[in-house]
């Protein structure tokens, strides 16, 4: 089942903070995050496994709640750069599919 | 090193015809993935191939197959095209190793079924 994204979108200004969830009805083995800007191929961020710490990529850090089911990424004093479609991949057993959120349209302004 | 590269960008076909979409992995990289990019329906897994053998298959009907290559490179065919196929193919290449992980998508074919 798909793991559900929220919010559905977010405009920031420049070194503000912002928090995206992933959750799922299900167990978590896997998260994997990434960023697709318009026109362009999705860009892998960092994976956090069950029973892993938390993850960093530049000042984007993400976190894995097994009980929750869920998993939140940061965006911590955000940049121009950081504009663009986040998407959550989850995988509940090791080594099978990964199932995507419908994304998180992030748009940071100056 | 040379990214993900995918061939064709671009391609337009009729309906009842049939593709093949072609993804060379970054050297070294020996688990190739693909993916299938709408507005309506999001990004959603197709397969992924590891070593010539698929490990993995999303839920999509038969008419979509792939393979893999012993030089890691990969192709995905899509047979009898319905209007529906028209998408984004995305490849992605993925390597592990100890505790790291690392994946790389190609810039993707572009596929219009008309």
């Known amino acids: 089942q798909q793991p559900v994204q929220s919010p559905q979108a977010v405009i920031l200004r420049e070194g503000e903070d912002a928090v995206i969830n992933c959750s799922s009805s299900?167990?978590?083995?896997?998260v994997h995050w990434y960023r697709q800007k318009h026109g362009e191929a999705p860009v892998f961020l960092m994976i956090l496994l069950k029973g892993g710490e938390q993850k960093g990529h530049e000042k984007i850090s993400a976190s894995f709640n097994e009980k929750k089911q869920q998993s939140s990424l940061y965006l911590t004093a955000s940049q121009l750069s950081y504009s663009g479609t986040y998407f959550c991949g989850t995988e509940i057993i090791p080594g099978n599919k990964l199932t995507f959120g419908g994304g998180t349209r992030v748009l940071v302004k100056p | 090193k040379a990214g993900v590269t995918q061939t064709p960008r671009y391609l337009i076909k009729t309906r009842g015809q049939q593709v093949t979409l072609s993804c060379s992995p970054i050297?070294?990289?020996?688990?190739v993935s693909w993916y299938q990019q709408t507005p309506g329906q999001g990004l959603q897994f197709l397969f992924e191939y590891f070593s010539e053998t698929q490990r993995n298959k999303g839920n999509f009907p038969g008419r979509f197959s792939g393979r893999q290559f012993s030089n890691s490179r990969s192709e995905m065919n899509v047979s009898t095209l319905e209007l529906g196929d028209s998408a984004l193919y995305l490849c992605a290449s993925s390597f592990t190793s100890g505790g790291s992980y690392e994946q790389y998508f190609g810039p993707g074919t572009r596929l219009t079924v008309t």
């Open positions: 299900k167990a978590l083995y896997s």
């Open positions: 050297s070294g990289h020996r688990s």
